[in-house]
């Protein structure tokens, strides 16, 4: 072990970061406006207002201001659970037998077990100074929904929760996080909306998707006085929020003099490895230092490696503005033997925009190599990971090999988003040598990229 | 918030403690040893040899030396999760509205979930340094085969674990975190010992029981070459181990010059209360500095409050040897009503005499109770607690008010021995109302204190 770099970097009260960094301020190109469904218009603030926070619409519109001010009550509660620690991965590099130096942040260490927490207490906050009553969200698997529970039951805001119904059957013990923290979790389709009662009338015995789940949380938010909608990824304001991660990051590494090589992490919405990069890809914006991005996603849910970049609707309601992003199609079915998040059928319009720009790249994996690496990690670096952080880690111990090879020392950082004490059913699968792999066909996706929207800009 | 003390203390890695203490070696009245159950001679080393590791036994029976070097590959490994912090509960104080200051030492952050890691660690190193192959050992819940099967991965030892069936077939998540790491987890009975296939054959549908799972284990290693059986709590070597918990504690108080007027520690074989409360308990013992000091166990298994202070089995299956401790008769069975752990029936043999000698106090208290403390806790401190924890966190609590009383600022210290993620079917039935309190009556502690052996020391 190397003695100037300890094993776990955190960083001092007086380090951690006082501002958001806004990517976009620095982008040449700029992302695409969001569009309004019906004109095909740029949203306006006053269009956005009724469904989000009017502060949250303006960080979402704003794309020239470069630093955006983190509320004092936002710091405190980060005193909860920030810094996260900035890892060496000493053990896993022992054995890989590696030359490189591989670095994760760790934002697992947190009752939400992952970094949602980072936009949802942002989110809450935004809703508590409006004097809102609350706010409303979908879920699939949970981990959105324990995070905005966690900072809803801290300002004491009302929290409802659209969960998917076969989620909601299938994953009572997330559910149950968030009854403890006070919110209101609903199977979807429910009785409460008017889409939920149509699709339940349209289909019976339906479980849900998350499209269905959106637009009940939607139109909940938009029919009950004092609500707002909100969301946990895809949206440049989360983005903005978890910029937090790269900031830390940053400082972390900058205290000793490290220079990253390779940057990775996952990518199913975006919000995790948008954050992380932040400061980063600022810095290569301007032209100050150069680096490798990666971004990893599923190979069953390719939107940046197989996806086209187009406007397309967020949700598969229908009812949420149009975004410009590399995208499967609304319409795209992910496998349902996919395990974990990273299932979402676009890309951050932001970190689309970077890709189309090669600024960043982009690689799939397979779900059994995903878990092979994560119980690798396990074993060695203590942590059990969430299988959407092992994607990273695939990634991170490939590049550390090719290093083997080369004998370079890179310094290769990646983000570990969180914990997988709740993706245990995927454990058991990969344990029993039943997890399997799925590619989707050029016909899989021809069926997605047929409902794309006509859209001419 | 006060600005001199952070809201977590981080100890530096050059202020971590490098040596476990050993309270044993302060006590005027010793613990009472372990008998030989045939005999009722005091256990030799060569006795106890065949059972655990060779260097564990010398730490087992070693009662006047105060310290013990932590091998280096153990700091090594401490350094994966370790220091944990000491946090300042501000925010749960608040809530509370109490002038006192409230302090926990939170040992949940690794993937073990609990302080279990710190003596699994351990233990696995011994092992490992005799040149064994492997260890075996029961698990109930799966905490302590989780940090045992996490500490062989680390070494590259072999685990095996006996789980008791029912736990097997209702906690399939624990499990799947232990093959994760490795370990061979069996369910108890099972058909690979002779005492298992002998209460098969006797009792065809048992799910089994903790006292099967030991007798198991213990067969298992006592009849392969280079195994040795290893346990998780109750041994004098375990409380010696997790002493690192309290000497960080006090190493974090000491820093901002905090001197608590009272630690708290839920109790239900002692490792945790024993580890926390280790170099306190030596102050005082020296007559140094005095603390009050409560142990809480659940009212439905209260060995402290209502047991008898007697030589008893430390195992229903009587293959291990007599220890001298608060018990309720190794053949009480707790309510299975019970959630979480802390169902053991007798106490460490080190607080048995302590609190003997009217050194620590101890308290009972219900589970509902224990609940709403724990989902409190929980909505202002954003952890959510394991619901052995719990039972400190509402002593703590209650302390609290006592103050809020009063009027006084007293310094409150407690264990968080672990976070909840695998009792969420506990919390769910406390979320739905349909948690139930129980305790026992006299006649059926009756039948526990029938059975305990007849010893005249």
């Known amino acids: 072990?190397?003695?100037?770099?300890?094993?776990?970097?955190?960083?001092?009260?007086?380090?951690?970061?006082?501002?958001?960094?806004?990517?976009?301020?620095?982008?040449k190109n700029k992302p695409a406006p969001l569009l309004n469904p019906g004109t095909l218009e740029p949203m306006k603030a006053e269009e956005l207002q009724g469904v989000f926070c009017d502060e949250l619409v303006k960080q979402e519109l704003d794309d020239t201001t470069p630093y955006f001010d983190i509320p004092q009550e936002i710091l405190e509660f980060y005193k909860m659970y920030r810094p996260s620690p900035l890892v060496r991965a000493y053990c896993l590099e022992k054995a890989l037998d590696t030359p490189a130096h591989i670095y994760y942040k760790f934002e697992g260490n947190n009752t939400s077990g992952s970094h949602k927490l980072n936009s949802a207490i942002a989110q809450a906050y935004y809703a508590k100074q409006q004097g809102l009553k609350g706010v409303t969200t979908e879920t699939g698997a949970g981990q959105w929904g324990t995070a905005l529970s966690m900072a809803c039951a801290y300002f004491g805001?009302?929290?409802?929760?659209?969960?998917?119904?076969?989620?909601?059957?299938?994953?009572?013990?997330?559910?149950?996080?968030?009854?403890?923290?006070?919110?209101?979790?609903?199977?979807?389709?429910?009785?409460?909306?008017n889409v939920g009662r149509k699709i339940l009338a349209e289909h019976p015995g339906t479980t849900g998707s998350l499209g269905c789940a959106i637009s009940e949380a939607v139109e909940d938010a938009t029919t009950h006085e004092g609500y707002r909608y909100v969301l946990g990824s895809v949206l440049s304001q989360v983005l903005l929020h978890q910029s937090v991660i790269g900031l830390e990051t940053k400082a972390a590494l900058d205290k000793y003099g490290i220079v990253p090589d390779l940057i990775i992490g996952c990518a199913g919405g975006g919000s995790n490895l948008g954050g992380l990069i932040a400061p980063f890809m600022g810095q290569k914006l301007r032209g100050e230092q150069d680096y490798r991005i990666i971004a990893v996603e599923p190979a069953s849910c390719p939107s940046l490696t197989r996806g086209k970049y187009a406007y397309d609707f967020c949700d598969t309601g229908m009812v949420c503005p149009l975004a410009k992003m590399y995208t499967l199609g609304s319409g795209f079915i992910p496998s349902p033997n996919h395990a974990g998040g990273l299932r979402y059928h676009g890309m951050s319009s932001v970190l689309s925009q970077l890709y189309d720009d090669k600024l960043i790249e982009a690689v799939s994996v397979e779900q059994?190599?995903?878990?092979?690496?994560?119980?690798?990690?396990?074993?060695?670096?203590?942590?059990?990971?969430?299988?959407?952080?092992?994607?990273?880690?695939?990634?991170?111990?490939?590049?550390?090999?090719?290093?083997?090879?080369?004998?370079?020392?890179?310094?290769?950082?990646?983000?570990?988003?969180?914990?997988?004490?709740?993706?245990?059913?995927?454990?058991?699968?990969?344990?029993?040598?039943?997890?399997?792999?799925?590619?989707?066909?050029?016909?899989?996706?021809?069926?997605?990229?047929?409902?794309?929207?006509?859209?001419?800009?």
């Not at 805001?157 to 996080?177: A, G, H, I, N, T």
């Not at 092979?372 to 299988?387: D, N, S, V």
């Not at 370079?408 to 399997?436: H, P, Q």
């Open 157 to 193: 805001l009302d929290c409802k929760v659209y969960m998917v119904k076969c989620s909601y059957e299938q994953k009572p013990f997330r559910r149950e996080v968030m009854r403890t923290y006070g919110a209101n979790v609903t199977p979807s389709p429910s009785e409460t909306t």
């Open 368 to 457: 059994t190599a995903v878990f092979e690496a994560a119980e690798k990690f396990a074993r060695t670096e203590g942590i059990l990971p969430a299988p959407e952080s092992s994607h990273a880690i695939k990634v991170a111990m490939d590049e550390a090999m090719k290093c083997k090879e080369t004998g370079e020392a890179k310094n290769i950082v990646f983000g570990l988003t969180g914990t997988g004490y709740f993706d245990l059913v995927a454990y058991e699968s990969f344990n029993n040598g039943t997890m399997t792999d799925y590619i989707p066909t050029d016909d899989d996706l021809a069926v997605g990229f047929a409902g794309l929207p006509k859209v001419d800009r």
């Open 1 to 27: 072990m190397e003695k100037n770099i300890p094993y776990k970097i955190y960083l001092e009260e007086s380090e951690m970061p006082k501002q958001w960094y806004n990517m976009r301020a620095d982008m």
